[in-house]
Nanobody
Framework: QVQLVESGGGLVQAGGSLRLSCAAS????????MGWFRQAPGKEREFVAG????????YYGDSLKGRFTVSRDNAKNTVYLQMNSLKPEDTAVYYC???????????????WGKGTLVTVSS
């Protein structure tokens, strides 16, 4: 069982930056690939970024690479999402999730956090 708690969301102006954190419970964090997903009002949840167990491999949703950076610190059981050059369309609830699968996609994530709200004002 893994419990995930996101933090770092809030209100930011367009062009600003935020760093989200996701703290995981348990001693097996390094065995999970991690992902960030987001859900905007009235829209389906979408993939934002993923990171392999070791942190060597990272993946990004369309058009997000270059503005968003995912990283992890296995010693701290934490995964991060650095978001730069934020746009109003980035407004959403951001969720982190964990999977024992090698790939990171919504359908294989086993554990989910409750989310943190990011609001980008224009």
């Amino acid at each position: 069982q893994v419990q995930l708690v996101e933090s770092g969301g809030g209100l930011v102006q367009a062009g600003g930056s935020l760093r989200l954190s996701c703290a995981a419970s348990g001693r097996t964090f390094s065995t999970y690939a991690m992902g960030w997903f987001r859900q905007a009002p009235g829209k389906e949840r979408e993939f934002v970024a993923g990171i392999s167990r070791s942190g060597v491999s990272t993946y990004y949703g369309d058009s997000l690479k270059g503005r968003f950076t995912v990283s992890r610190d296995n010693a701290k059981n934490t995964v991060y999402l650095q978001m730069n050059s934020l746009k109003p369309e980035d407004t959403a609830v951001y969720y982190c999730a964990a999977t024992l699968s090698i790939t990171v996609r919504e359908g294989v994530m086993s554990y989910w956090g409750k989310g943190t709200l990011v609001t980008v004002s224009s």
